[in-house]
């Protein structure tokens, strides 16, 4: 117990420096700022998305949704209200967050296929308003005229347009609030009912946990996070599309969690950086990176179930 | 008051009638058992108690209160715990983080997002008070999906414990076990009823279980009841005999 205890620490701290330094050692292997912002950005999603399915056994394939929608509200936030970037966050996460609160009922009582074919559906239809909405959303030219700005902290403005690494930085301390609150939520009673939920929904039902209620919890925390991870990917471009709201993005959040190991905390972020960077160098190679994406991803759930943490770890305790 | 009164419940399942027109009281305290041959519809019995699924006619009332459309989870709020014919429990945790989830939902603490350390301390001086009640002390950091049948047992009816009930279900405890076994869980569930004062309802097939610890009986058969009454009653009963004790001696 205890040597697990010091080797999930360690683990932790690793992540934690490698993130830190990101803006320093990227680019001296061939790396750049953008693409450590993208890894973190994704990675969030990713992360937030196995919040509902690595610890409480639930599958959307609708986060897309959520993504889209807090991406949507940062821009237009920018594009239509204030020149503010804490502002745009604050909208797009909050638009995000409402409308899966809304939506949650009507789904969280569908189990498997069900519930990912409905989150689906729920999906394309945000797609299609963003698709069709020309004179709001920009339709399929995407939302443009609109720049994320410096923030204006009072005492001093720190430019994280300019900037990447400032920029960077922003997104990374958004990231560790976001990430912090998930771990501190699963560690806590709330979270060991969702653990409960996914080990055997029948015994936590008839342990007297109301699991739709539990469940409905659960994907408003995992949409919200979602959704700011949405509202920085806005930033992060300076530009929203309609595929931000598309089911295949929703596939892309699962490829990632599962790549890099649903059944642990940090699994999704690796996934999410193999996912990037195999992104960054296929697609300069050839058009059909996904179909090489797409077996890798394969080739991981045939041979390590666990994803490619799963692996790391089987290394580090044989 | 009676704990429990159910009145003339039914359960249809297509054209099949699982459970026909049955009623049943249990007075606080009291240890029931629930007997029959297969298909009987014992176990329906139980899922219509429990709240598995609704009854398709009748009605429950559990300490006064009319339970029949209440969910699972708040007939266990209001004191109701059961256990499963085949074993449910979290095998993939340990046998203390299983015990942990039921002692922290029936300490109001589902919601919570954190625990006092005090919270906390209360918390695990309960889990360790039910390993021992249940001789689970020395297999508390095993998972529960790699012990003996008995002993996952055992920590589903301590998990059921754990949530304080008034009525306990069991189905069918004894199921699949050596008779080391089926001794351990018999003196568990005779403890519970003693010390804990505790009003148990067991569906067994072993008639030595049946007959050594419970106060009454009833019989069904084919989704009726049969029969009710004392261990001794029953054990005379012709009709019980032909339907069930018959069969089983053939
Ligand atoms: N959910 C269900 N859907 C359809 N039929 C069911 C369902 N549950 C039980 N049945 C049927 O109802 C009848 C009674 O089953 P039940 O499980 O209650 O019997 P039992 O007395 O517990 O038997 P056993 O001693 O084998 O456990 C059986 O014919 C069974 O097939
Ligand atoms: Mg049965």
């Not at chain 1, 609030?177 to 560690?187: E, Q, T």
């Not at chain 2, 240890?31 to 009854?55: C, D, E, H, Q, W």
């Not at chain 2, 030595?208 to 009726?224: P, T």
Request: neutral net charge.
């Amino acid at each position: 117990m205890r040597g697990d205890d010091l080797q999930k620490r360690a683990a932790t701290a690793i992540v934690w420096l490698l993130l830190i330094g990101a803006p320093y050692w990227l680019p001296a292997i061939g790396g750049y700022t953008e693409l450590g912002t993208r890894v973190v950005v994704l990675g969030l999603a990713a992360m937030s998305l196995n919040f509902l399915l690595g610890y409480t056994g639930v599958l959307s394939f609708g986060h897309a949704a959520y993504f889209g929608l807090g991406a949507y509200g940062a821009g237009m936030t920018l594009r239509y209200l204030v020149p503010s970037t804490g502002l745009s966050v604050i909208i797009g996460t909050l638009v995000g967050t409402i409308a899966a609160a809304i939506i949650g009922p009507m789904i969280i009582r569908l189990r498997g296929v069900y519930f990912a074919m409905v989150t689906i559906a729920f999906g394309q239809t945000f797609y299609f308003i963003a698709f069709r909405w020309n004179t709001v959303t920009g339709g399929d030219d995407g939302l443009i005229g609109w720049t994320r700005q410096p923030l204006n902290l009072g005492f001093a403005t720190i430019d994280i347009l300019k900037s990447s690494v400032a920029f960077y930085y922003f997104v990374l301390v958004l990231f560790a609030v976001a990430v912090g609150i998930m771990a501190w939520l699963l560690r806590s009673p709330f979270g060991r009912t969702l653990l409960a939920i996914r080990e055997n929904e029948r015994r936590a039902r008839f342990l007297g946990i109301p699991v739709d209620q539990h469940i409905w919890i659960s994907w408003v925390i995992s949409c919200c996070f979602v959704s700011l991870a949405g509202a920085l990917y806005a930033l992060l471009n300076n530009f929203v599309d309609p595929r931000t709201l598309y089911w295949s993005q929703s596939g892309d959040f699962v490829i990632m969690a599962v790549l890099g190991g649903m059944r642990s905390f940090w699994g999704p972020l690796l996934g999410a950086a193999i996912f990037v960077v195999l992104q960054d160098y296929l697609s300069s190679q050839t058009q059909n990176w996904m179909s090489f994406v797409g077996l890798f991803f394969v080739l991981v759930v045939l041979f390590f179930p666990r994803g490619v943490l799963g692996i790391i770890r089987r290394r580090a305790t044989a | 008051m009676s704990l429990l009164r159910v009145e003339n419940v039914s359960k249809h399942f297509g054209s099949l009638v699982a459970v026909n027109n049955i009623s049943m009281v249990v007075e606080p305290g009291e240890l029931r058992a629930v007997i029959g041959p297969n298909g009987a519809g014992k176990t329906t019995f139980f899922n219509l108690i429990s709240g598995f699924f609704p009854p398709t006619s009748g009605r429950i009332v559990f300490d006064g209160e009319d339970i029949t459309a209440l969910l699972p989870a708040r007939r266990v709020w209001r004191g109701m715990a059961r256990t499963f014919q085949i074993t449910e429990v979290f095998p993939e945790l340990t046998v203390r983080e299983n015990l942990r989830i039921a002692v922290e939902v029936a300490a109001g603490n589902r919601l919570n997002p954190w625990l006092s350390r005090d919270a906390d301390g209360e918390i695990r001086a309960r889990i360790v008070e039910l390993m021992d009640m249940g001789g689970l002390g020395e297999k508390a950091d095993r998972l529960v999906g790699e012990l003996a049948h008995g002993d996952q047992r055992a920590t589903e009816i301590m998990m059921a414990l754990a949530l304080k009930p008034r009525l306990l279900l069991l189905d069918e405890p004894t199921a699949g076990m050596g008779d080391q076994e089926t001794y351990d869980i018999t003196q568990l569930i005779r403890k519970l009823h003693r010390e804990e004062k505790l009003a148990i309802v067991l569906i067994e097939h072993d008639m030595r279980v049946v007959f050594h610890l419970a106060d009454r009986i009833m019989v069904l058969a084919e989704g009726e009841p049969l029969a009710e009454g004392t261990p001794r009653e029953i054990g005379a009963n012709e009709a019980v005999q032909a339907a069930y004790l018959g069969k089983a001696a053939a």
